[in-house]
């Protein structure tokens, strides 16, 4: 008789218990595959900075009168209209990188971080600044905008008339 008493279906405790622990395996799986799928999809996803365009469209020569220098805060540079033409310099120091600010009462570009000064040119009249405010490269588009690339400097002196 001890025998029946094995081949006998389990009770209802038995098989709750044996259905819970099923699910609880079944669930630990389901979080185990959803945390893999997480990571692999950030692993194959492209590891790419999405960073804004360096080229400027400063807008039409006309908005800049001669003999002025304009700073673009959210693109960090000056456009300058000379009597020889336009140019633009990064605003960004080449000390540590504060951006600098045009001063037109003393016709200087100052660095309010550590003192380093420009003239209007960009070049380095007095501070820790290694070098001279680079020129960037500035053309006028097809719509006639002047157009500056961030991203490419040029050397000195090099205006852009129109
Ligand atoms: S960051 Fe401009 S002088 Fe230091």
């Not at 900075?49 to 304009?70: M, Q």
């Not at 600010?101 to 380093?116: E, N, T, V, Y």
């Not at 006028?140 to 205006?159: A, C, H, K, Y």
Request: proline share 9%; charged share 20%.
């Amino acid at each position: 008789m001890p025998d029946d008493k094995k081949t006998m279906p389990a009770d209802n405790n038995e098989i709750n218990r044996r259905a819970f622990f099923a699910k609880l395996g079944l669930g630990s799986l389901s979080i185990a595959t959803a945390g893999t799928a997480v990571f692999a999809y950030q692993f194959l996803s492209p590891n790419v900075l999405y960073e804004p365009s360096p080229i400027v469209n400063a807008g039409k020569p006309e908005g800049f009168p001669e003999d002025s220098v304009t700073l673009d805060v959210n693109s960090g540079i000056y456009l300058i209209h000379a009597k020889e033409g336009f140019f633009s310099l990064s605003a960004v120091c080449t000390h540590l990188g504060c951006l600098t600010a045009w001063k037109p009462d003393l016709g200087i570009i100052a660095c309010p971080c550590h003192g380093s000064k420009f003239n209007r040119e960009g070049e380095k009249i007095e501070g820790p600044a290694p070098k001279p405010l680079p020129w960037l490269r500035t053309w006028v588009n097809d719509e006639g905008d002047l157009m500056v690339d961030r991203s490419t400097t040029i050397r000195p002196m090099q205006f852009v008339r129109v």
